[in-house]
């Protein structure tokens, strides 16, 4: 059995090779389909958690599957789905998707300095299988299906709208740059203005509107920092760029719009993010809970909150 490390090393480094090839994987091609989006367990209904979207993608990707469910062999087959044999091209272990399951102990040591007791919590981490829809007999109606005819489907950008609308941060429409002000700390920069809105370039100033929406998406992430407990300065701008690049992406998937945006923004951020990688095996947990977080707490806004499915908490 792998040990954390090697799970977390392995992990990352599969994100690392995909990201050098190109690839991101938290970036999913747009589909209108009820069934396509962020990875979602048939279990719960609810959409995976931490490290798991981006495995659960890295596998969609490889084999080109459409369809956002996944679950167990077990799982399918009291659906009354069969999961298909192996194809003859795919080399064995690879034709399931790995997850990592995290269980969560806590541990108890003594402050050396205040003699108190203090507790920490920890996460078990182990690997489990799982099967996308596009693999399995029996159960077509999970899968996303192609549009019928030639026409195009439009996506539908009000429910976008809605959650700019409800989520409550303060917008203001101006100038060309996008961005988030953080809350002016108290006693700091006299005469500044006081933070916490978004800045958007006008809706008419993108070639796309899917772009603006994608946009205002990333700076939401942004501003949901302070209201999702994570800390700016204590976890450095690189790392809360890629969380919120990535919680983009989760919640543009959630709400079905386009998200095809090049990375040319965050091409700086590119070789940061590897180097950090490759020199700490739990960067890209930190940033893939927190993009989770993220996307929760929006969704919030516009549906049923989210909560983390019991056998898949992330870490």
Known sequence: MPSQQQIRSEITQQIITAIEKGCMPWKRPWQ???????????????????????????????????SKWYSTYQGWQQLGGQVKGRPNDVQPGQWAARAVLYRP??????????????????FMLRYFSLFNADQ?????????TEPQGQQQIEPDYEPAEQLLQKCGATFRIHGDKAYYRLPTPEGSWPNHTAGDFVVLPPKASFA????????AAHE????????TGWDHYKQGYALGELAAEIGSCYVTAELGIPNDEP???H?????????????????????????????????????EPVAEPATVEAA
């Open 105 to 122: 102990f806590t541990t108890t040591e003594h402050d050396k300095d205040t003699g108190k007791e203090i507790e920490e919590q920890h």
């Open 136 to 144: 399995v007999e029996g159960c077509d109606y999970l899968k996303a």
């Open 32 to 66: 209108q389909s009820r069934n396509s989006g962020r990875p979602t367990s048939v279990a719960s209904g609810k959409p995976y958690q931490g490290i798991n979207p981006l495995l659960l993608q890295l596998h969609a990707d490889k084999f080109g599957f459409q």
């Open 263 to 265: 990375l040319d923004n």
């Open 220 to 227: 939401l992430a942004h501003w949901s920092e302070v209201r």
């Open 267 to 303: 091409a700086a951020y590119v070789k940061s993010w590897l180097d950090a990688m490759k020199g700490d095996p739990s960067y890209i947990f930190k940033a893939s809970k927190q993009a989770s977080k993220v996307t929760d707490y929006l969704m919030s806004f516009v549906r």
């Open 208 to 215: 796309k509107i899917g772009s603006y929406y994608s946009t």
